[in-house]
């Protein structure tokens, strides 16, 4: 009890590292993996004892098997125990490199400039609601993180007043994180729930769809009255790209379908042969490093191939949201194996009439501090447990294509807008453009609130009329 106690402790001091980067300046991804390593040496530490308690056949089963050894122990949890929650995040983590590489492809080719073409206007709202359209649009197919990364600095070099680029960073931010939560593909936290089978991905995007689009163009509204009716446009050429600028408009359009329509049919080579979603996302990348040889063939034996340069948040962003998740992935495993969360849960349930809208109010305020990721994988973790099946209308709200697993997604996508230090998109806001909490909170949170809370009275009445 002592050990499970000690693993619930890094775990919870973890969680407030995370939540108070933005004080101390360390890394979450950083302390994430840390905390994880942790609570896992802690975990063999104290190996027999959990073994014992949670998988007592299993285990006794190994050892007839195997010679009663010292590492015994150890060996099981390493094979066993361990691996079940690597394998999850080993996931995840494939599919996020797949698509990092492919929108690192379309990038370099030059498939994203047509929208600063569309953007050169001097009117607010056609510039508004252009940037935002397209955010949510991209961060449909592409990671949310991803997705604002690309949108910031295409942004940035074209707005030269600093109080307008906290304003459209603030609309990406918030655009991207509800695209993200539209589609099982468009953010870890909903790629989350797919991988593990809580959610399919027609449903889970014919649940959230409207309560999505009612928050965007809620906030979008609220945002463009804040908004004054010039631009402040810099007066810069369009950035220089290399001579792979020899690309025709025919070429750059293939290379963006074959990429972004590859991502649409993820789910659907998913539902044909069963694989792991990675396994459609490499699928998708191989195709397009193939075409894109295909339309680069004169330039690849030339020294006229020139790589364009990349801002460094974009570069390392992905890398350090795949860090965070494995962190968060392996620490979560650990507190589970310790049999405390069932505990609790076997303990809450005699009274506990669950509201599904209370859990998910709950998880949204509590994303806004922790953050969306590490909110949504522990109320995957706790309303999966075996004593959850006891809850009431449990077939209906908590298994699988519940409707509780979507209202979990879009709360914590929303609840972790609401202060950018709710989600990785948030921090990228922070250090791309210099946000700083207490602006971002007088100026946006109360948009996002209305939003959140118009989509959430969408989803109460599709849930209503469907129920």
């Given at each position: 009890?002592v050990a499970a106690l000690l693993i619930v402790i890094v775990f919870f001091l973890g969680l407030l590292l995370v939540a108070t980067?933005?004080?101390?300046?360390?890394?979450?991804?950083?302390?994430?993996?840390?905390?994880?390593?942790?609570?896992?040496?802690?975990?063999?530490?104290?190996?027999?004892?959990?073994?014992?308690?949670?998988?007592?056949?299993?285990?006794?089963?190994?050892?007839?098997?195997?010679?009663?050894?010292?590492?015994?122990?150890?060996?099981?949890?390493?094979?066993?125990?361990?691996?079940?929650?690597?394998?999850?995040?080993?996931?995840?983590?494939?599919?996020?490199?797949?698509?990092?590489?492919?929108?690192?492809?379309?990038?370099?080719?030059?498939?994203?400039?047509?929208?600063?073409?569309?953007?050169?206007?001097?009117?607010?709202?056609?510039?508004?609601?252009?940037?935002?359209?397209?955010?949510?649009?991209?961060?449909?197919?592409?990671?949310?993180?991803?997705?604002?990364?690309?949108?910031?600095?295409?942004?940035?070099?074209?707005?030269?007043?600093?109080?307008?680029?906290?304003?459209?960073?603030?609309?990406?931010?918030?655009?991207?994180?509800?695209?993200?939560?539209?589609?099982?593909?468009?953010?870890?936290?909903?790629?989350?729930?797919?991988?593990?089978?809580?959610?399919?991905?027609?449903?889970?995007?014919?649940?959230?769809?409207?309560?999505?689009?009612?928050?965007?163009?809620?906030?979008?509204?609220?945002?463009?009255?804040?908004?004054?009716?010039?631009?402040?446009?810099?007066?810069?050429?369009?950035?220089?790209?290399?001579?792979?600028?020899?690309?025709?408009?025919?070429?750059?359009?293939?290379?963006?379908?074959?990429?972004?329509?590859?991502?649409?049919?993820?789910?659907?080579?998913?539902?044909?042969?069963?694989?792991?979603?990675?396994?459609?996302?490499?699928?998708?990348?191989?195709?397009?490093?193939?075409?894109?040889?295909?339309?680069?063939?004169?330039?690849?034996?030339?020294?006229?191939?020139?790589?364009?340069?990349?801002?460094?948040?974009?570069?390392?962003?992905?890398?350090?949201?795949?860090?965070?998740?494995?962190?968060?992935?392996?620490?979560?495993?650990?507190?589970?194996?310790?049999?405390?969360?069932?505990?609790?849960?076997?303990?809450?349930?005699?009274?506990?009439?669950?509201?599904?809208?209370?859990?998910?109010?709950?998880?949204?305020?509590?994303?806004?501090?922790?953050?969306?990721?590490?909110?949504?994988?522990?109320?995957?973790?706790?309303?999966?447990?075996?004593?959850?099946?006891?809850?009431?209308?449990?077939?209906?709200?908590?298994?699988?294509?519940?409707?509780?697993?979507?209202?979990?997604?879009?709360?914590?996508?929303?609840?972790?807008?609401?202060?950018?230090?709710?989600?990785?998109?948030?921090?990228a806001l922070m250090r791309m453009e210099g946000a700083s909490l207490r602006w971002y909170v007088r100026h946006i949170a109360p948009?996002?609130?209305?939003?959140?809370?118009?989509?959430?009275?969408?989803?109460?009445?599709?849930?209503?009329?469907?129920?």
């Amino acid at each position: 009890m002592v050990a499970a106690l000690l693993i619930v402790i890094v775990f919870f001091l973890g969680l407030l590292l995370v939540a108070t980067e933005h004080l101390h300046h360390i890394n979450r991804a950083a302390v994430s993996m840390f905390m994880g390593i942790v609570c896992w040496m802690i975990y063999i530490a104290h190996g027999s004892a959990f073994l014992v308690d949670e998988h007592p056949i299993e285990f006794l089963s190994y050892l007839s098997s195997h010679p009663a050894q010292s590492t015994s122990v150890r060996e099981y949890i390493a094979d066993t125990v361990f691996m079940h929650y690597a394998r999850f995040a080993a996931e995840v983590v494939l599919y996020l490199l797949a698509v990092i590489y492919i929108v690192e492809v379309l990038r370099n080719n030059g498939c994203f400039d047509f929208l600063q073409e569309w953007l050169r206007t001097r009117s607010t709202r056609r510039y508004l609601w252009v940037l935002a359209s397209f955010t949510f649009l991209v961060s449909i197919n592409l990671d949310n993180l991803i997705t604002t990364c690309l949108m910031l600095s295409i942004m940035h070099p074209m707005i030269a007043d600093g109080k307008q680029r906290l304003m459209f960073g603030s609309v990406i931010v918030v655009a991207a994180n509800l695209g993200g939560a539209f589609t099982v593909i468009g953010d870890v936290s909903s790629l989350s729930l797919w991988t593990r089978g809580l959610v399919t991905p027609t449903t889970y995007t014919a649940l959230l769809a409207p309560s999505c689009l009612a928050a965007f163009l809620t906030i979008v509204l609220l945002v463009q009255r804040s908004l004054p009716e010039r631009l402040s446009l810099m007066q810069t050429r369009p950035p220089y790209r290399g001579d792979d600028t020899v690309l025709s408009r025919q070429s750059r359009l293939l290379l963006f379908l074959v990429g972004i329509g590859g991502l649409w049919f993820i789910p659907t080579f998913h539902r044909i042969t069963q694989l792991s979603p990675f396994v459609g996302a490499l699928c998708v990348l191989a195709l397009l490093w193939m075409v894109d040889e295909l339309c680069n063939r004169s330039l690849l034996a030339s020294d006229r191939m020139v790589r364009r340069r990349e801002p460094l948040a974009l570069q390392y962003a992905g890398h350090q949201q795949i860090l965070y998740f494995i962190g968060l992935v392996l620490a979560l495993g650990a507190v589970t194996e310790t049999g405390l969360l069932r505990s609790l849960l076997q303990w809450l349930t005699p009274g506990f009439n669950t509201d599904m809208y209370a859990v998910g109010a709950g998880a949204g305020l509590l994303s806004a501090v922790v953050g969306n990721i590490a909110t949504l994988l522990s109320g995957i973790t706790v309303f999966t447990q075996d004593a959850a099946s006891s809850l009431p209308q449990f077939d209906i709200l908590y298994a699988e294509n519940g409707t509780f697993w979507p209202l979990l997604s879009y709360s914590t996508s929303l609840g972790g807008s609401l202060l950018c230090i709710g989600t990785l998109a948030g921090h990228a806001l922070m250090r791309m453009e210099g946000a700083s909490l207490r602006w971002y909170v007088r100026h946006i949170a109360p948009k996002v609130l209305a939003g959140w809370l118009v989509g959430l009275g969408v989803f109460y009445l599709i849930h209503a009329v469907l129920g």
